[in-house]
Nanobody, 124 residues
């Protein structure tokens, strides 16, 4: 099991960009499929993006496709979420998640490792 810590959240204007980071502890980071989810007040946790163990394949939720990019650096035990063209509806707490093994998991129930979350607020 890995420990995950998100960072990089904050306040940004509509149309702006933000880069989130998720630092993982442990020696087996490259064996984990990683994902990003978000949760706005009163809403269910929503799939944002996932990336394969090698970083060669990615998938995105419909609401962020074309605007967000997930990447990972296995040498640094870190996964990133580059968010561009941000909209007010992107405002949420963003969570990093991990599950050991292959897959393109889009359901939060598929993940058994979660970070504490980082707040992203898009407002003018």
């Amino acid at each position: 099991q890995v420990q995950l810590v998100e960072s990089g959240g904050g306040l940004v204007q509509p149309g702006g960009s933000l880069r989130l980071s998720c630092a993982a502890s442990g020696r087996s980071f490259s064996t984990y499929t990683m994902g990003w989810f978000r949760q706005a007040p009163g809403k269910e946790r929503e799939f944002v993006a996932t990336i394969s163990r090698s970083g060669l394949t990615t998938s995105y939720g419909d609401s962020v496709k074309g605007r967000f990019t997930i990447s990972r650096d296995n040498a640094k035990n870190t996964v990133y979420l580059q968010m561009n063209s941000l909209k007010p509806e992107d405002t949420a707490v963003y969570y990093c998640a991990a599950v050991q093994g292959p897959g393109r998991y889009t359901n939060p129930y598929d993940y058994n490792n979660w970070g504490q979350g980082t707040q992203v607020t898009v407002s003018s």
